[in-house]
């Protein structure tokens, strides 16, 4: 009976001071955290030398920090693992979360009480690194009269991916598509005889890949080998003349030689 009463003091106790906590605390501190999927990341509670005695919660929410509690902890000095991923120094108060993911994305809110009711925000987005853009030739079917190649850089979509070609230094077109199930495609006019450094970058606010674009491999190799082509046309022509003459030359000789016999 008396187990039961103690305990039912202490979950009071717990619940008046978490209660107490989404009262009185407003926030006086907020960070922002962006964070590449897998990594590690410790929430650190900005304060130094907690007192063993001081009462610690964290609130975590995918939205409003208020939904869902993780943490309602006395902290009295060791390392804690919960929740899988998740671990909590007992002496400092740091939350940290291990091989992290999309599914931790959200508000994470702290509250320390010592002599005073000390708050802070977190705000964490994960996203998943972007994955490296490949550049392609579109190819025409217009032949020796191609001056121009036609380029396609592609990356696989993902939450704020965005997709851009950059001429030197500058970015001269950027693309997005809230379809995720869909490829970020952006295309390329450029002339054959540019001598500028084109880059296709794939960006999201936590990672970006960047691909070079080789004018002279893609664009005169592969764009139909019409440049080779159309670079070859005055010699073809010429050794085209010198056949003929030959033959003519010949087919003379054969002639003349047959008036002889007759």
């Given at each position: 009976?008396?187990?039961?009463?103690v305990?039912?003091?202490?979950s009071?106790?717990?619940?008046?001071i978490?209660?107490?906590?989404?009262?009185?605390?407003?926030?006086?501190?907020?960070v922002?955290?962006?964070?590449?999927e897998?990594?590690t990341?410790?929430?650190?509670?900005?304060?130094?030398?907690i007192?063993?005695?001081?009462q610690?919660?964290?609130?975590?929410?995918?939205?409003?920090?208020?939904?869902?509690?993780?943490?309602?902890q006395?902290?009295?000095?060791?390392t804690?693992?919960?929740?899988e991923?998740?671990?909590?120094?007992?002496?400092?108060?740091?939350?940290?979360?291990?091989?992290i993911?999309?599914?931790h994305?959200g508000?994470?809110?702290?509250?320390?009480?010592?002599?005073?009711?000390?708050?802070?925000?977190?705000?964490?987005s994960?996203?998943?690194?972007?994955s490296?853009?490949?550049i392609?030739?579109?190819?025409?079917?217009?032949?020796?009269?191609?001056?121009?190649?036609?380029?396609?850089c592609?990356?696989?979509n993902g939450?704020?991916?965005?997709?851009?070609w950059?001429r030197e230094n500058?970015?001269?077109?950027?693309?997005?598509n809230?379809?995720?199930?869909?490829?970020?495609n952006?295309?390329?006019?450029?002339q054959?005889?540019?001598k500028n450094t084109?880059?296709?970058?794939?960006?999201?606010?936590?990672?970006?890949?960047?691909?070079s674009?080789?004018?002279?491999?893609?664009?005169?190799?592969n764009s139909?080998?019409?440049?080779?082509?159309r670079?070859?046309?005055?010699?073809?022509?010429?050794?085209?003349?010198i056949v003929?003459?030959?033959?003519?030359v010949?087919?003379?000789?054969?002639?003349e030689?047959?008036?002889?016999q007759d």
């Amino acid at each position: 009976m008396v187990v039961n009463i103690v305990a039912g003091i202490r979950s009071l106790r717990t619940f008046l001071i978490f209660y107490c906590c989404l009262l009185s605390a407003a926030g006086d501190e907020m960070v922002t955290l962006q964070e590449v999927e897998g990594t590690t990341i410790t929430l650190h509670t900005g304060i130094t030398g907690i007192q063993s005695d001081a009462q610690i919660v964290w609130v975590y929410g995918s939205e409003k920090a208020e939904k869902k509690i993780v943490i309602i902890q006395m902290f009295k000095g060791e390392t804690e693992r919960f929740k899988e991923s998740l671990q909590l120094n007992r002496t400092s108060g740091a939350l940290t979360i291990r091989n992290i993911s999309r599914n931790h994305s959200g508000v994470y809110l702290l509250y320390v009480m010592t002599r005073r009711l000390y708050s802070r925000t977190f705000t964490v987005s994960v996203n998943a690194p972007v994955s490296t853009p490949v550049i392609n030739v579109r190819r025409k079917r217009s032949g020796f009269s191609t001056e121009s190649c036609s380029l396609l850089c592609s990356v696989e979509n993902g939450e704020d991916v965005k997709l851009s070609w950059y001429r030197e230094n500058e970015r001269i077109s950027i693309t997005s598509n809230t379809d995720l199930s869909v490829p970020l495609n952006l295309p390329l006019q450029i002339q054959h005889h540019e001598k500028n450094t084109y880059i296709c970058v794939s960006a999201n606010p936590v990672s970006n890949k960047t691909t070079s674009l080789s004018i002279t491999q893609l664009c005169v190799h592969n764009s139909g080998q019409s440049e080779v082509s159309r670079s070859h046309l005055p010699a073809l022509i010429f050794a085209g003349v010198i056949v003929l003459i030959i033959i003519s030359v010949f087919v003379w000789m054969w002639l003349e030689k047959k008036k002889q016999q007759d």
